[in-house]
């Protein structure tokens, strides 16, 4: 099921699958396509917008309400970056934001920590991409979330599992592999 967050943050629904990659934080292998692996042609990258390497610049801690200054790392098909904060081990989200883009490229994304006084703990980001300019219909949305996102904590090598949609099209979501680490910050 798909729900959208006042038309910035589009979720994906997360179906079961694991895929062993790189660790998560820091940097990790980087390519035009980051989804091969699962023999499924329709996961593919041709055609359909990916992130080609992990979040680029995320610090280990914020202070609540403290800008954060990100880089997402994108294919040619990627028209659209959404950035969404969410705390490790629950469904809490605390904002994002999103940009239109032209790949291939790092696209910088800017957000707050939260607010000041606001929530704090363990978080990572989830990406969602699109093929169109503010994902107008007909697109391909990628999403990249965690698997289970109500596991207490990440799992050493977590990485991203990518839900393809083809909205306007066929209806049914895709699950992909991903060698995207998840990385965890604190909002302290």
């Known amino acids: 099921m798909v729900r959208a967050f006042a038309g910035v943050?589009?979720?994906?629904l997360v179906a079961c699958g694991d895929d062993s990659g790189s660790g998560g934080g820091g940097t990790s292998?980087?390519?035009?396509?980051?989804?091969?692996?699962?023999?499924?042609?329709?996961?593919?990258?041709?055609?359909?917008p990916e992130m080609t390497g992990p979040i680029q610049g995320l610090e280990p801690s914020y202070?609540?309400?403290?800008?954060?200054?990100?880089?997402?790392?994108?294919?040619?098909?990627?028209?659209?970056?959404?950035?969404?904060?969410?705390?490790?081990?629950?469904?809490?989200?605390?904002?994002?934001?999103a940009e239109d883009t032209a790949g291939p490229t790092t696209q910088a994304m800017s957000f707050?920590?939260?607010?000041a006084g606001g929530e704090i703990g363990e978080f990572y980001l989830a990406v969602e991409l699109c093929s169109t300019s503010v994902c107008t219909t007909p697109f391909v949305r990628n999403t990249y979330q965690r698997?289970?996102?109500?596991?207490?904590?990440?799992?050493?090598?977590?990485?991203?599992?990518?839900?393809?949609?083809?909205?306007?099209?066929?209806g049914t979501p895709l699950m992909c592999p991903s060698t995207i680490p998840v990385q965890s910050f604190l909002i302290e």
């Open 147 to 170: 698997v289970d996102r109500t596991l207490p904590m990440l799992e050493a090598g977590e990485t991203y599992e990518q839900t393809r949609e083809f909205v306007g099209g066929d």
């Open 112 to 115: 707050f920590a939260g607010v």
């Open 9 to 12: 943050l589009v979720l994906g």
């Open 63 to 97: 202070p609540a309400g403290d800008p954060i200054d990100v880089g997402v790392p994108v294919d040619e098909d990627t028209a659209r970056v959404i950035v969404g904060i969410y705390e490790v081990g629950s469904n809490l989200y605390l904002g994002g934001t």
């Open 29 to 48: 292998e980087t390519g035009s396509s980051q989804s091969s692996g699962s023999g499924n042609a329709a996961c593919d990258g041709a055609g359909k």
